[in-house]
């Protein structure tokens, strides 16, 4: 007798596996063709303002963003200097919740945002907005601090240790439990399991692997997607069936690497035209504000950079709340202080050298020149192996961001499917399986749908920021005002305070 696995395969060879089913698989592929097709018109739709179009999602995290900053009373100015002291082990507690440290969570987050979009997403904006669209990223890129910390601060003020050791924590916990105590039980239970939904296949990273192998091939000039695919797998598999202490110290050596390197390269080139960058500076100011600069005017540069910041900080999305969840901390305004850093690295100071990098070798303005192709031509200019180099750093943003990814995913999957240990373990290799095909396989709409499950995820993630505001203000302002009464700071505390 057949299972039904097997009679689903000899199925799936010609007509639906489902014998009461009338459609034939080329239906059935049609059918979900059409329908990523449509989620993902859905997610990205567009208004047009002042004959700029823009995207409801880009303005749903913008909006968040605004919020965040201004309800929180602009703590990427007030807590600017106390998240550096904590990320430096200032406020140590040994003793603290948590399964990394701070520094280690903050790392392991980066990992997942410092990534191709720093190299080609800046060169993207820069060819459609000129680089007037530098200023505004870095400007939005600022704003992202403070959703960053909000959505931080509130992943570990709802964060649940586990009877069994380990932390459960991520925006799914926190409207889980977050709402709960406010009495939308119902609700966050429904948000919790959306978010966790999408988190999924969000997390995918086919893509990440699909453009480390684009480089490395365009290189090296071989062509062999599979087995680039199987050993990428593999290189993953061996960090990400660790636990979250492994993760978290690779991640807190690979992700310093990786971005001195590539800042590394672009101080070279900044520094062999260093004449050139006071001019460069000024045309951007310029640019930014210059109504022909681009269709729109002013209005159309702004969008452009702004689009290019909500995407490439990830801010509101709740991805980065997974890794710092399970910093070693009793203060959970503490982990919001130093994840706001994250946006700052990775958008303000990462993107703008790009952009900079950019303006002052004159690619910018070079025919036929975009995404990665035009960043490549500006280190080679100064740089005589850059496409080496630059093959290298894709590669390394690429594993970081499936370590990341893959951790993330697994926690999501967890919170739908149960916590233990056969299933992380079983579900970890599934992602590291699924990575062997991102080179081989011609992606297409699965692009597509992972595309639109990650920016779904700012729908819940963002409503429970809204609902959770007062809960917010009242731990942040009690933070800091702890914080003050700190030896470390020149109060008198000699001790945390009990929570």
Not at 167 to 185: D, S
Not at 348 to 355: A, E, F, L, P, S
């Amino acid at each position: 007798m057949r299972s039904p696995a097997r009679r689903a395969w000899q199925g799936a060879r010609g007509a639906c596996p489902f014998p009461a089913c009338p459609l034939k698989l080329p239906e059935v592929i049609e059918f979900l063709s059409g329908l990523i097709d449509a989620l993902s018109a859905a997610v990205f739709a567009s208004v047009t303002i002042g004959g700029v179009e823009i995207q409801l999602i880009v303005m749903w995290l913008a909006a968040a963003m605004l919020f965040a900053t201004f309800w929180l009373k602009v703590p990427q100015v007030r807590g600017f200097v106390l998240a550096w002291k904590t990320l430096g082990g200032r406020f140590h507690d040994a003793t603290a919740p948590g399964g990394i440290s701070q520094f280690q969570a903050l790392s392991t987050a980066l990992a997942s945002t410092v990534g191709l979009g720093n190299i080609a997403g800046v060169a993207v904006a820069v060819a459609m907005g000129g680089p007037g669209a530098i200023l505004w990223m870095m400007v939005i890129g600022v704003f992202a601090m403070g959703l960053k910390c909000a959505e931080v601060t509130l992943g570990l003020m709802y964060r649940e240790q586990l009877p069994l050791g380990g932390i459960r924590g991520g925006p799914a916990v926190t409207l889980e439990r977050g709402l709960a105590a406010i009495g939308l039980a119902p609700l966050g239970v429904v948000l919790g399991l959306a978010h966790a939904f999408f988190m999924i296949f969000g997390c995918l990273s086919l893509v990440q692997v699909n453009q480390a192998y684009v480089q490395v091939s365009n290189v090296t000039g071989i062509s062999a997607p599979l087995a680039f695919g199987v050993g990428f797998a593999l290189l993953c598999g061996l960090v990400l069936l660790g636990s979250i202490g492994w993760i978290g110290r690779v991640a807190g050596r690979l992700v310093p690497a990786m971005c001195l390197l590539y800042i590394g390269a672009c101080l070279v080139v900044l520094a062999a035209n260093v004449g050139a960058v006071p001019a460069a500076m000024a045309l951007i100011v310029e640019r930014a504000f210059a109504p022909e600069a681009v269709g729109g005017g002013v209005l159309g540069v702004f969008v452009i950079g702004m689009r290019r910041a909500v995407y490439s900080s990830e801010a509101g999305v709740g991805t980065a709340v997974v890794a710092h969840a399970q910093a070693r901390t009793r203060e959970p305004a503490s982990e919001g202080m130093v994840a706001l850093i994250e946006p700052f690295i990775d958008t303000v100071v990462i993107c703008t050298i790009t952009g900079l990098t950019l303006v002052v070798s004159g690619m910018w303005m070079a025919e036929g020149l975009e995404g990665v192709a035009m960043t490549s031509a500006a280190l080679e200019s100064v740089i005589p192996f850059a496409p080496q180099l630059l093959a290298l750093i894709v590669f390394l943003f690429a594993y970081s961001t499936a370590l990341a990814n893959g951790f993330y995913a697994t926690q999501a999957f967890q919170h739908l499917a149960g916590h233990g240990r056969r299933r992380e373990r079983a579900f970890k290799l599934f992602f590291c399986a699924q990575l062997s095909l991102g080179a081989a396989l011609d992606l297409g709409r699965v692009l597509d749908l992972v595309d639109s499950a990650f920016f779904l995820m700012a729908l819940p993630n963002v409503i429970g920021l809204f609902l959770l505001a007062g809960p917010l203000r009242r731990e942040t302002e009690a933070y800091f005002d702890r914080m003050k009464a700190h030896p470390a700071n020149g109060g008198g505390r000699t001790t945390w305070p009990a929570r």
